[in-house]
Nanobody
Framework: QVQLQESGPGLVKPSQTLSLTCTVS??????????WSWIRQPPGKGLEWIGY???????NYSPSLKSRTSISRDTSKNQFTLQVSSVTSEDTAVYYC???????????WGQGTQVTVSS
């Protein structure tokens, strides 16, 4: 059974960089052909896909967030990390890490972590 757990600060100041880590257990992030994603849900809105890092290490980002987003990984710890720079209140959301298989819906989700952008 694959499990994902998000961790990171729950409060970030405007203009700073949001950084979250997802720790994966029960499966390797380098296993073919899984994609390790970040998804968020702002208050009162729907889910927004942010991007992924693939089993190969390649990345793909939402065009609307690409200029401010970076996803990386530490294979020795079986973790992947999200960074969003220059945050504003619009980045306040519950952030989820998740696993996707190419062309299929998410099959595993983390529990989600609330991130609030406020001074």
């Amino acid at each position: 059974q694959v499990q994902l757990q998000e961790s990171g600060p729950g409060l970030v100041k405007p203009s700073q960089t949001l950084s979250l880590t997802c720790t994966v257990s029960g499966g390797s992030i380098t296993t073919n052909y899984y994609y390790w994603s970040w998804i968020r849900q702002p208050p009162g809105k729907g889910l927004e896909w942010i991007g992924y890092i693939a089993y190969s290490g390649s990345t793909n980002y939402s065009p609307s967030l690409k200029s401010r987003t970076s996803i990386s990984r530490d294979t020795s710890k079986n973790q992947f990390t999200l960074q969003v720079s220059s945050v504003t209140s619009e980045d306040t959301a519950v952030y989820y890490c998740a696993r996707e298989t190419g062309g299929s819906p998410v099959d595993y989700w983390g529990q989600g972590t609330q991130v609030t952008v406020s001074s």
